[in-house]
T-cell receptor
Framework: EAQVTQNPRYLITVTGKKLTVTCSQNMNHEYMSWYRQDPGLGLRQIYYSMNVEVTDKGDVPEGYKVSRKEKRNFPLILESPSPNQTSLYFC???????????????FGNGTRLTVT | DAKTTQPNSMESNEEEPVHLPCNHSTISGTDYIHWYRQLPSQGPEYVIHGLTSNVNNRMASLAIAEDRKSSTLILHRATLRDAAVYYCILGLTSGTYKYIFGTGTRLKVLA
């Protein structure tokens, strides 16, 4: 089954303790992206990647890192989490074989992160 | 900057058609219009997308205004399982590779 898998689904941590949220897709998609979803603000893009070793900042990259060493994986790293990073996070992927903007996004089921 | 505007919430009776509007007056000539829906505790799910012409699939229809400044997602017969938040999104075709999300419309379906 074609899917985007995020782990963990829920994570509670303390300020400053490094964490990684994993994202993996099995559709051989070139494009992968991370979003955070906050009440009243909708989904905002954190980072995206066009392919292996190619990443770029989205709208809210501060406090986050990503890497794309393999096509299927795109982990989100919070080196020193803070309470304002408490949010619901989604990973998504899409093919870039068609024109930009013309491919549906496939989302994972989300990771709810709480930083105390 | 490109953006989409949707009503915060709408209600519909079960088995009646639903028309969900979206305004995207800042759309560029080549940006794609997507619709996704998000059920509770799930990630957004693709519904439909298009560029200029109206589009149909098994889930819904997408009607795009002639000037492309607005669009309407049409659910032909709403069911209780269609209760969700519906997002109108722009797939940008220039600049940063991104999709612009609005804040969505929460659809309530009444039995």
């Amino acid at each position: 089954e074609a899917q985007v898998t995020q782990n963990p689904r829920y994570l509670i941590t303390v300020t400053g303790k490094k964490l990684t949220v994993t994202c993996s897709q099995n559709m051989n998609h070139e494009y992968m992206s991370w979003y955070r979803q906050d009440p009243g603000l909708g989904l905002r893009q954190i980072y995206y990647s066009m392919n292996v070793e190619v990443t770029d900042k989205g709208d809210v990259p501060e406090g986050y890192k990503v890497s794309r060493k393999e096509k299927r994986n795109f982990p989100l790293i919070l080196e020193s989490p803070s309470p304002n990073q408490t949010s619901l996070y989604f990973c998504a992927s899409s093919s870039t074989l068609r024109d930009r903007g013309n491919s549906p996004l496939h989302f994972g089921n989300g990771t709810r992160l709480t930083v105390t | 900057d490109a953006k989409t505007t949707q009503p915060n919430s709408m209600e519909s009776n079960e088995e009646e058609p639903v028309h969900l509007p979206c305004n995207h007056s800042t759309i560029s000539g080549t940006d794609y219009i997507h619709w996704y829906r998000q059920l509770p505790s799930q990630g957004p799910e693709y519904v439909i997308h298009g560029l200029t012409s109206n589009v149909n699939n098994r889930m819904a229809s997408l009607a795009i205004a002639e000037d492309r400044k607005s669009s309407t997602l049409i659910l032909h017969r709403a069911t209780l399982r269609d209760a969700a938040v519906y997002y109108c999104i722009l797939g940008l075709t220039s600049g940063t590779y991104k999709y612009i999300f609005g804040t969505g419309t929460r659809l309530k379906v009444l039995a």
